[in-house]
């Protein structure tokens, strides 16, 4: 009898212990899943948050029209998703579930980026396209970036402790008993079964596939890709994809039709049926990806101040234009440009009245141009303009007094009112020169001839004289 009550003793006391080991690891992994939970719920908000930044940096490199009324509705969705919970819409056109931002270090954030959308929003009903509403919404990228940080570093943080709390629940049911090792190690490849059966699942009806009729137009869809292009599948039937898409540099864009921007990569191919191969495409959402490369390829050739090209664009502008001069035999003007006075206006009233006076400059100078002309801001108060087939000397002496004749009214900047000048320096190639640097160097030489002059001039090279606008 006691080895019998010495056995079912041993086997009370291990019960015991095993279930006291289950207690502590369900304990460990309920406490690891809120955090994985959390990490979800994290990732989702940062996620939109990206898509939010991509969103607002395309409105602010483009001129903010009746047309953006739909993006501004997005953005203040997502917003105010993240600020209150509920379903929101990404931009591949997916309906998911927000909870709303805890921190209080991202809710301060979040409450200065509903504060700034909701003025951007009031300016544009009073102002559609005003300066005001495009400063507005600049505004909105730093905050979204900052909100980023803090949704990134809180996911981050549920991250590190759900992996750390699965960890531990790991190590000490390795060290515990052999039924619980076995259990979790069952359970563990019913999971993994799981997710790969979930994973190709998702595999199959995550990317749009259209069937392709002998007339190249659509036969039918999957839901995928009704939802990608925004349109029930009654419509897309007997569409051809050009009448929706357009390629543009590898990439089929075009919009939904709530307005927002679409872009699509096509992968074509065929699938074996009973009726023989079908013709099929395989449509993939990189919305959010191509609006990001249009974001970096803006700031990459364009003045963040202004909007203005900058120097790296000037660079490969003047190499079209100097080798359509030398093949085609058309005169190329140049202009330096470089404003009287304005190192006094930062002095005395400050560099954002300086900044927004360069913007405004900007603004009137591109109104003067041609739409074949080019003006781009190459220093603090420094601006090139490039004219191509400017035709003769007149034309372009004709041109640069245009760009100083945006000078004679005055401008008016944060209440105050500013008077200034500029001045101009012109060449013509191949004449004056038949490349970039000989061209630029002959138009600064003119530019400070002008300025030696008296200022407020315009001085063409190889004329020898000024001729005052």
Request: contains cysteine; neutral net charge.
């Amino acid at each position: 009898m006691q080895p019998v009550r010495a056995a079912l003793l041993s086997s009370r006391i291990f019960w015991a212990i095993t279930l006291v080991f289950c207690a502590l690891e369900a304990a460990i992994l309920a406490t690891a899943l809120d955090y994985s939970t959390e990490e979800d719920r994290l990732a989702t908000q940062l996620a939109v948050t990206h898509q939010a930044s991509g969103v607002a940096w395309r409105l602010t490199s483009t001129t903010v029209a009746a047309e953006a009324e739909p993006q501004l509705a997005w953005l203040e969705s997502i917003l105010e998703g993240l600020n209150r919970g509920g379903p929101v819409n990404t931009l591949d056109n997916t309906l998911i579930q927000l909870e709303p931002v805890r921190s209080p270090e991202a809710r301060q954030t979040l409450t200065d980026a509903i504060a700034r959308l909701g003025s951007a929003t009031r300016l544009h009903g009073a102002m559609p396209g005003s300066d005001l509403v495009r400063e507005e919404i600049r505004g909105l990228v730093p905050s979204f970036a900052q909100l980023g940080a803090h949704l990134a570093a809180q996911r981050n943080e549920s991250g590190r402790l759900a992996a750390l709390l699965v960890g531990l629940a790991l190590v000490s049911t390795t060290g515990g008993f052999i039924a619980a090792g076995l259990l979790l190690l069952r359970q563990s490849r019913r999971l993994e079964r799981s997710g790969r059966l979930l994973r190709s699942m998702m595999n199959q009806i995550g990317a749009g596939v259209c069937i392709i009729g002998s007339t190249d137009k659509i036969a039918d869809a999957n839901r995928a890709a009704c939802r990608m292009l925004g349109r029930p599948r009654r419509e897309l039937r007997g569409k051809r994809i050009e009448d929706i898409l357009t390629e543009k540099e590898g990439v089929w864009v075009g919009e939904r039709p709530d307005g927002m921007p679409l872009a699509i990569e096509r992968i074509p191919g065929t699938i074996e049926s009973e009726r023989g191969p079908l013709r099929i495409l395989t449509l993939l959402d990189v919305t959010a990806r191509h609006l990001t490369a249009e974001c970096l390829q803006h700031l990459a050739n364009h003045d963040p101040l202004t909007g203005l090209p900058n120097r790296g664009y000037l660079e490969g502008r003047f190499k079209q234009e100097l080798t359509r001069c030398r093949k085609d035999g058309v005169i190329l003007g140049v202009a330096a440009l470089d404003l009287d006075g304005f190192k006094p206006v930062n002095d005395t009233y400050g560099h954002a009245v300086g900044d927004a006076l360069l913007v405004q400059i900007a603004q009137r100078l591109s109104a003067a141009l041609r739409l074949s002309d080019v003006i781009a801001r190459v220093g603090g108060d420094e601006f090139i303009g490039l004219f191509p087939d400017v035709g003769n000397r007149d034309s372009l002496t004709f041109l640069g007094e245009r760009l100083l004749g945006v000078f004679d009214t005055p401008f008016e900047v944060m209440g105050h009112t500013l008077s200034l000048s500029c001045s101009i320096g012109l060449v013509v190639a191949p004449t004056d020169g038949d490349d970039q640097d000989s061209l630029l160097k002959a138009a600064d030489d003119a530019m400070y001839r002008a300025k030696q002059a008296g200022k407020r001039r315009i001085h063409l090279a190889a004329i020898g004289g000024d001729r005052v606008a």
